[in-house]
């Protein structure tokens, strides 16, 4: 069975430090990409950091380039995400989720080509 378990959420100011982890089981880490994406309450999926887990290779959306960090331990089976000056509209429960590539260009740069798994998520909240 394919498990994606987040963790690391939480309440914090504007302009603190998160780090979220994705631990991964049930499938072979390294042969697929791993991405983050987070959902505010009335808005879409945004799809922000996406890493190629066989190159390390990674890429991010406009909104948080710069801020936020995407990195993986193989060893571990686990995906991490630094968030850096974290802002009010950061907001929104954050997910990881696995999928055949990453989308390396475009508008859509940082989101997954699919979404194959993905897990419960962990809720993020930034106080102004």
């Known amino acids: 069975e394919v498990q994606l378990v987040e963790s690391g959420g939480g309440l914090i100011q504007a302009g603190g430090s998160l780090r979220l982890s994705c631990v991964v089981s049930?499938?072979?880490?390294?042969?697929?990409?791993i991405g983050w994406f987070r959902q505010a309450p009335g808005k879409e999926r945004e799809g922000i950091s996406c890493?190629?887990?066989?190159?390390?290779?990674?890429y991010y959306a406009d909104s948080v380039k710069g801020r936020f960090t995407i990195s993986s331990d193989h060893a571990k089976n686990t995906a991490y995400l630094q968030m850096n000056s974290l802002k009010p509209e950061d907001t929104a429960v954050y997910s990881c989720?696995?999928?055949?590539?990453?989308?390396?260009?475009?508008?859509?740069?940082?989101?997954?080509?699919?979404?194959?798994?993905w897990g419960q998520g962990t809720q993020v909240t930034v106080s102004s």
């Open positions: 890493i190629d887990a066989s190159d390390g290779s990674t």
């Open positions: 049930g499938f072979t880490f390294g042969d697929d990409a």
């Open positions: 989720a696995a999928g055949r590539a990453c989308i390396t260009t475009g508008q859509a740069m940082g989101h997954l080509t699919t979404y194959d798994y």
